[in-house]
């Protein structure tokens, strides 16, 4: 009878002990439950983040090719490039609100305000829009503008913001980036029928534009690389 005390008492401390064990053992799960719901919390938090920063990097204008943007370069209905002599424009002020006529539809050198637009914006509309004669003077710097007519509307003309977008990168025109996208101005001479769409770039010694019936990042990238921002008569300004 002595040992049953005993044999009570062992009973008892190894109940205990299993029911301490099964308590440490209910603790683990949650806390591996725990680390679990955590981790799916935080791949869920990145997620969130990462996957909408990847689409909007990957469908950024800037991260794209020019030639992603409108139509190929053989359907964009373009002449070709057509190149004048420049004179003796360069550096020929105008006073401001002077009304100049020029001998291109859109020009591409010849006289001009003594300021140009700057800084300029990538993309300009028919509201918004520099005067001509400064615009004239971004080409003397350097700068290649397309010009629109008001028949460019929807998808096209969202084109042609990206194709701004993108030509303002350093590797899409070079580090200068001298690029302008502007609203035609019919007060200077409508385009040619059939072409809604100039390019211009005032070369060191030429006037270089080239006309298309429809938007193009190929044929932008195209005259972009035949006539750079370096090839110009003030490459160096602003």
């Known amino acids: 009878m002595a040992n049953k005390p005993k044999?009570?008492?062992?009973?008892?401390?190894?109940k205990?002990?299993?029911?301490r064990k099964a308590e440490q053992a209910r603790e683990r799960r949650k806390s591996m439950l725990f680390v679990l719901l955590a981790v799916v919390v935080g791949v869920g938090l990145i997620?969130?983040?990462?996957i909408p920063s990847y689409l909007k990097s990957r469908n950024d204008p800037a991260n794209k090719a020019l030639s992603s943007?409108?139509?190929t370069a053989a359907a964009a209905s373009c002449d070709d490039v057509q190149t004048e002599d420049a004179g003796d424009n360069v550096g020929k002020h105008v006073p401001d609100?002077?009304?100049?006529?020029?001998?291109?539809?859109?020009?591409?050198?010849?006289?001009?305000?003594?300021?140009?637009?700057?800084?300029?914006?990538?993309?300009?509309?028919?509201r918004d829009r520099p005067e001509m004669e400064q615009l004239v003077h971004n080409l003397e710097h350097g700068y290649t503008i397309v010009w629109y007519d008001d028949t460019i509307k929807g998808a096209q003309l969202e084109d042609l913001k990206d194709i701004a977008t993108r030509a303002r990168s350093e590797d899409a025109t070079g580090p200068t980036g001298k690029f302008i996208v502007s609203a035609w101005n019919d007060a200077y001479g409508d385009l040619p029928s059939g072409k809604h769409i100039g390019i211009s770039h005032w070369g060191a010694?030429?006037?270089?534009?080239?006309?298309?019936?429809?938007v193009s990042g190929a044929v932008v990238q195209n005259f972009i690389d035949d006539y750079p921002a370096s090839d110009s008569p003030e490459p160096n300004a602003a």
């Open 7 to 14: 044999q009570v008492e062992r009973d008892r401390r190894a």
């Open 69 to 71: 943007f409108g139509v």
């Open 47 to 50: 997620a969130a983040v990462a």
């Open 16 to 19: 205990v002990e299993e029911m």
């Open 205 to 214: 010694d030429s006037g270089h534009v080239q006309l298309c019936g429809k």
């Open 97 to 126: 609100g002077t009304v100049e006529k020029y001998d291109t539809v859109p020009p591409s050198f010849g006289p001009h305000w003594g300021q140009p637009a700057f800084p300029a914006r990538e993309f300009y509309t028919a």
